[in-house]
C-alpha cells in the first residue's frame, strides 16, 4: 500500500508562483509514476501533468505548457509541481495520485490506485 499527500496550495495572484508537493509513504520502494490531476468548481477532474518512474517524457495538458514542471526527488519518495505564470483558470483541487512502474506516463485517471486528499489552489485576478 502506498500513501500519497499534497501540500503547497494557498491563494496567489494571477501572475504567482506555487510549488506544489507531493510526498509518497508506505511501500515506496516500489517503483512509481506519479500523476497531477485538479477538479475545477462545478467540472470535472482533468489530469494536468505526470512523470513516469524514472522520469521519462513528463507530461503536461495543452493548457499548462511552459508555465507548469514537474520533478521528483527519489530520496524523499517526493514529487513536485513548479506552476509559474498562474491564471485564474488554474484554480481547483489539486490532486496527487500514484500508480506502479511504468515506463512512459499518462493522465489516465482509472489507471491510478492511490490518491491524496488534495489540496486548493486559490488563483484572483
Known amino acids: 500500500q502506498i500513501q500519497v499527500a499534497e501540500s503547497g496550495g494557498g491563494l496567489v495572484q494571477a501572475g504567482g508562483s506555487l510549488n506544489l508537493s507531493c510526498a509518497a509513504s508506505?511501500?515506496?520502494?516500489?517503483?512509481?509514476?506519479m500523476g497531477w490531476f485538479r477538479q475545477a468548481p462545478g467540472k470535472e477532474r482533468e489530469g494536468v501533468s505526470c512523470?513516469?518512474?524514472?522520469?521519462?517524457?513528463?507530461f503536461y495538458v495543452e493548457s499548462v505548457k511552459g508555465r507548469f514542471t514537474i520533478s521528483r526527488d527519489y530520496l524523499n519518495s517526493t514529487v513536485y509541481l513548479q506552476m509559474d505564470n498562474l491564471k485564474p483558470e488554474d484554480t481547483g483541487v489539486y490532486y496527487c495520485a500514484a500508480m506502479g512502474f511504468t515506463r512512459f506516463c499518462s493522465v489516465v485517471e482509472k489507471s491510478y490506485q492511490f490518491w491524496g486528499q488534495g489540496t486548493q489552489v486559490t488563483v484572483s485576478t
Open positions: 508506505g511501500r515506496t520502494l516500489i517503483p512509481i509514476t
Open positions: 512523470i513516469s518512474t524514472f522520469g521519462e517524457r513528463p
